[in-house]
């Protein structure tokens, strides 16, 4: 499932002082809510994302759990050029 493979390499991007960071900038999100991925990775792996036919999947499987996946999910809708 392309949910699950998507979260596996969001945790194999993560640092954790990054997401340490993060946490405290956002006061409804704990440690626990954010993987820690930092936004240029997060934009380059949408854009890698975009080519793939199945991101669909991921698009409509809501909610996500955790705050870098939504940021990843409004980085993949701002790249779509055309909406059906």
Do not use: W
């Not at 699950?4 to 960071?21: A, C, S, V, W």
């Not at 669909?56 to 870098?68: G, I, Q």
Request: charged residues 35%.
């Amino acid at each position: 499932m392309i949910r699950d493979e998507i979260t596996e390499n969001l945790f194999k991007m993560q640092d954790i002082k990054y997401r340490d960071f993060q946490s405290k900038l956002i006061p409804s999100k704990t440690a626990d809510d954010m993987i820690g991925v930092r936004t240029p990775e997060l934009r380059k792996y949408a854009k890698d994302l975009l080519k793939r036919e199945d991101i669909d999947e991921f698009l409509s499987s809501l909610p996500h759990k955790y705050f870098d996946e939504n940021q990843l999910h409004a980085f993949i809708i701002s790249g779509i050029k055309e909406f059906e």
